[in-house]
């Protein structure tokens, strides 16, 4: 099975400093949406480890997050296309859970769903803790400039073997090209 | 008065297992339902519902062993009939209340209330409240009678001569109040407090209750049974992980599996069996299957979701050797699992294009030919659309020829379930290549669950050619859907059509690449594939009708009615619906369009009611009024802007452009009259009109969006 693992604000939505606190802040990086859907056409599961600390925070509650959710399943499903799984860690960073990047947990729980090695999957993202938590399993980094993108890439210490592509729709266009070349 | 807690429960034979959670949440609810009806339970009621293969009980608390009087008004006739013109009881009057209960005497305190039409006669009385023996006699027979049982069985009673209609023969009834019975009787038994145990397990039999409150604690203690359905289960899921974790794997996740066996079982004991290595060069999905489906045994897994040779088995009883039940249950699976391994190599002798002209006897539907036609017609769609969506053709047309193969071979014939999955081993089997493999796959897949789709346009193309296919040929012998009745799924095959051209047009519009496939075309050129039937046009106008029309109800959750009537009254393709859709939203959030939606409404007005037929053209020649002079300047300015953005596919865009129309058009329907008395120059203003009325209506017609 081909699976890739997206991040979500940044990479499929543009991001704020202050979170995405409620459905109308939620607005998709143009093209994102459509590779997204041309994922799922070349048979590609597509699932999202985001992390959310902004409901342990208060900042939002977990209605609000799934509205948020909901809103961007539909714009999706307009196109045809769909996430296969959406995983997000609701803790901050002093509750030192498993889950919150750059710890694999989400990726792990992802494995096991699908039951797959996470060895070599595409693991797109906009900060160095999408692509370590992704790495760490031995997935294929992949760098994205939107978001906090060019900050990340301006400060280094990325992950061996990182992609770094301008937006979500190189980097699905890579995919998929590099896919066929295997 | 007294309130206690109410326990019932019938003991019977072994249950249909599938039916079983159903009929005991429906035994409870319905009893408990019929005792507040009767006014034998308080607020604080509380029931709660077991069921077991043997039994179906309820517990009940707070349940009163007298209903509290209810006082009634009782309506008797109209004051005219009841009584004479002295005011005495007519004979009718009094036969009425003699049949109630009551005599002439009293007359006198029968109260009148107008009903809007004559003044009646009521009669205020006192309704006795049922005691619980009533009460629960009335609330057993009805929750018996609601059972939603699957098949009726009839039995012979004890008594050698009456016969009862059952589920399954019941063999105990438990109606306990507090510590009291409560006499009541059904199916020819009579209430009482004792019940058996587990049939091999229990440490006493029978288990005498001591009190209602004590059925589940006694029922586990003393007859080694969970009576509660859901407790069960839980206990079924927890040793399910224990056993599966021991072993470093996980069971397969089926709740319907789960279900079954925890209405197999009254005490769940989980062992662990296992089958020969060899059998797992055997697809897994047939060995998951039939332990499934045939043993109820949940398959393990390692940690990347392939099949072990490892099984879990939950069974009723828990020796101190279990040995003999493993052994017994491994013994039954390997016959089962050899079958399918015989099948399977069986099935590989022979390729899958070997077996296409078997499909020749294959009948699909008397009018419409046989499979191996109806292939030959999803073959020449498949590869028309493979051409249009920059696929493979000749792959497509291989996926098709291939596509219905299997249902020839041995598995599918035995595992009806497998049809697809087993075709895309074979075809890989075959050395065929990997995007016709899944392309074969995915037609079961996508079919199985509408959240899939197609993983390739190879596989999108069979899928596209198959359903247009099936909906033609389907609607064309006259068996379109009608009212709940869809027995082909015309619906569900047109939303996946729907969701084909979204998906595909998305992608394609991300390459840069033109979007070819057009619904129209499409359904004429499947309808030129049949020979056996002819396709009316009329056939081809309803099909595309049918799809715009599950498509408009699928984006009511997007947009507003106005809009998709906007859209959708042009007859855009299929694939534009959604771009123009949003151009429309976009617009409704500018100043300008509600004004302008009303004079684009009033402009198609004017246009309809004209005479004879009017051309856009203007000549500006004839313009007199300085506003028709504006209107015409402006149009002349804003038209092309907007043809362009239009052409280009900005529809969003072109509409904006629209804005600069609003100003000039106020003032033109202010200041200039339409009908002037020069026919010449009534002519170019209707012109002038017809031009603006073009050039706002392309992306919708904006005038349904008038309030």
Same mark, same amino acid.
């Given at each position: 099975m081909k699976l890739v693992i997206l991040d979500?604000?940044?990479?499929?939505?543009?991001?704020?400093?202050?979170?995405?606190?409620?459905?109308?802040?939620?607005? =998709?990086?143009? &093209?994102?949406?459509?590779a997204i859907a041309l994922l799922n056409q070349s048979g590609y599961r597509v699932a999202i480890a985001t992390n959310q600390s902004g409901i342990s925070r208060g900042l939002y509650d977990m209605a609000t997050l799934n509205a948020i959710h909901d809103k961007m399943h539909r714009a999706l499903a307009l196109l045809g296309g769909r996430i296969d799984a959406l995983f997000y860690c609701p803790h901050a960073n002093e509750h030192n859970c498993d889950c919150r990047? =750059?710890?694999?947990?989400?990726?792990?729980?992802?494995?096991?769903?699908? &039951?797959?090695?996470?060895?070599?999957?595409?693991?797109?993202?906009?900060?160095?803790?999408?692509?370590?938590?992704?790495?760490?399993?031995? &997935?294929q980094p992949i760098l994205v400039r939107t978001g906090k993108g060019e900050e990340t890439l301006a400060e280094g210490g990325l992950p061996e073997g990182t992609w770094v592509c301008s937006d979500l729709a190189e980097a699905v266009q890579k995919i998929i090209a590099e896919d066929k070349q295997a | 008065m007294s309130s206690k807690n109410l326990l019932v429960e019938l003991f019977v034979e072994e249950l249909p297992p599938k039916a079983l959670n159903k009929l005991g949440n429906s035994f409870a609810e319905t009893l408990t339902a019929?005792?507040?009806?009767?006014?034998?339970?308080?607020?604080?009621?509380?029931?709660?519902?077991?069921?077991?293969?043997?039994?179906?009980?309820?517990?009940?608390t707070d349940i009163a062993s007298q209903a509290a009087d209810k006082s009634i008004s009782q309506k008797l006739m109209p004051v005219a009939v009841g009584l004479d013109t002295n005011g005495k009881a007519t004979p009718a009057l009094v036969k009425k209340l003699a049949a109630l209960g009551a005599d002439e005497s009293a007359v006198a305190s029968l109260k009148r209330e107008n009903d809007g039409k004559a003044d009646i006669l009521f009669l205020d009385a006192v309704a006795k409240g049922a005691t619980l023996a009533e009460g629960l006699q009335k609330a057993l027979d009805e929750a018996l009678a609601k059972l939603p049982i699957p098949k009726v069985m009839t039995y012979q009673l004890a008594d050698g001569w009456d016969s009862v209609n059952f589920v399954r023969p019941a063999h105990g009834l438990i109606a306990l109040h507090g510590i009291d019975v409560i006499p009541v009787s059904t199916l020819g038994l009579q209430s009482g407090n004792s019940t058996q145990g587990h049939r091999f397990e229990a440490a006493?039999?029978?288990?005498?209750?001591?009190?209602?409150?004590?059925?589940?604690?006694?029922?586990?203690?003393e007859g080694a049974v969970i009576a509660s359905f859901a407790d069960r289960r839980a206990e079924i899921v927890s040793q399910l992980q224990a056993a599966?974790?021991?072993?470093?794997?996980?069971?397969?996740?089926?709740?319907?599996?789960?279900?079954?066996?925890?209405?197999?079982?009254?005490?769940?004991?989980?062992? +662990?069996?296992?089958?020969?290595?060899?059998?797992?060069?055997?697809?897994?999905? *047939?060995?998951?299957?039939?332990?499934?489906?045939?043993?109820?045994?949940?398959?393990?897994l390692n940690s990347h979701g392939k099949l072990t040779n490892k099984f879990l088995i939950v069974s009723n009883i828990s020796p101190t050797d279990t040995s003999k039940v493993i052994g017994g249950n491994e013994r039954v699976v390997r016959p089962r699992l050899a079958d399918a391994k015989f099948f399977f190599d069986q099935d590989r002798k022979r390729s899958l294009e070997s077996r296409v002209s078997g499909l020749d006897k294959v009948v699909y539907h008397n009018k419409l030919g046989s499979q191996g036609e109806r292939t030959q017609r999803v073959r020449v769609i498949a590869k028309w659309v493979a051409e249009k969506l920059n696929a493979d053709p000749q792959l497509a047309d291989r996926a098709a020829l291939l596509a219905k193969a299997d249902l020839l071979t041995d598995m599918v014939g035995e595992f009806p379930e497998l049809q697809g999955i087993m075709g895309g081993y074979y075809a890989r089997h075959d050395g065929e290549k990997e995007l016709v493999v899944q392309a074969i796959t995915d037609q079961y897949v996508v079919k199985r669950d509408e959240e899939e789709?197609?993983?390739?346009?190879?596989?999108?193309?069979?899928?596209?050619?198959? $359903?247009?296919?099936?909906?033609?040929?389907?609607?064309?012998?006259?068996?379109?859907?009608?009212?709940?009745?869809?027995?082909?799924?015309?619906?569900?095959?047109?939303?996946?059509?729907?969701?084909?051209?979204?998906? *595909?047009?998305?992608?394609? $519009?991300? +390459?840069?690449?033109?979007?070819?496939?057009?619904?129209?075309?499409?359904l004429e050129f499947a309808a030129s594939t049949f020979s056996m039937v002819k396709i009316e046009p009329q056939v081809l106008a309803e099909i595309s009708e049918f799809i715009f029309e599950r498509y408009r109800n699928q984006l009511t959750g997007f947009y507003k009615p106005q809009t998709l009537d906007a859209v959708i009254s042009l007859s855009p393709e299929l694939h534009e619906v959604i771009l123009r859709s949003e151009a429309v939203k976009a617009f409704q959030q500018i100043t300008e369009s509600e004004s302008l939606a009303a004079a684009n409404k009033r402009v198609g007005n004017i246009l309809k009611k004209s005479e004879s037929a009017v051309e856009a053209k203007v000549n500006d020649s004839l313009l007199?009024?300085?506003?028709?002079?504006? +209107?015409?300047?402006?149009?002349?300015?804003?038209?092309?802007?907007?043809?362009?953005?239009?052409?280009?596919g900005d529809y969003t865009a072109s509409l904006q452009a629209l804005a600069a129309l609003k100003a000039p058009v106020d003032d033109f329907f202010d200041n200039v009259m339409v009908n002037a008395e020069v026919p010449a120059l009534k002519a170019n203003r209707l012109g002038l009109l017809a031009t603006l009325h073009q050039t706002m209506n392309r992306v919708a017609d904006l005038s349904k969006l008038a309030s």
């Open positions: 979500r604000d940044g990479v499929i939505n543009f991001d704020s400093p202050h979170f995405i606190k409620s459905p109308s802040e939620w607005l =998709p990086i143009p &093209g994102s949406l459509e990047k =750059p710890k694999s947990g989400m990726f792990e729980e992802i494995a096991s769903r699908f &039951g797959v090695d996470i060895h070599g999957v595409p693991c797109v993202g906009d900060s160095l803790r999408d692509l370590t938590a992704g790495a760490a399993l031995g &997935g | 019929s005792l507040k009806a009767q006014g034998l339970t308080a607020e604080s009621s509380v029931s709660t519902a077991f069921a077991t293969p043997r039994r179906l009980a309820v517990h009940i006493k039999n029978p288990v005498v209750l001591t009190s209602a409150d004590s059925y589940a604690e006694q029922l586990k203690t599966a974790a021991k072993q470093g794997l996980k069971p397969i996740e089926d709740d319907a599996l789960l279900d079954e066996v925890t209405a197999l079982v009254e005490r769940p004991n989980v062992l +662990l069996g296992q089958f020969e290595q060899e059998f797992l060069e055997v697809p897994q999905e *047939c060995l998951i299957l039939t332990m499934k489906a045939n043993q109820k045994y949940f398959p393990l789709s197609a993983s390739n346009l190879v596989s999108e193309s069979l899928l596209i050619a198959d $359903r247009i296919e099936t909906l033609v040929g389907i609607w064309a012998i006259g068996l379109k859907p009608t009212g709940e009745k869809d027995p082909f799924a015309l619906r569900r095959h047109a939303l996946g059509i729907i969701r084909s051209f979204q998906l *595909c047009h998305a992608t394609a $519009r991300f +390459l840069g690449e033109p979007f070819k496939l057009l619904l129209n075309d499409l007199q009024e300085s506003a028709e002079k504006a +209107l015409a300047t402006a149009l002349a300015k804003v038209k092309p802007e907007a043809d362009k953005l239009f052409e280009s």
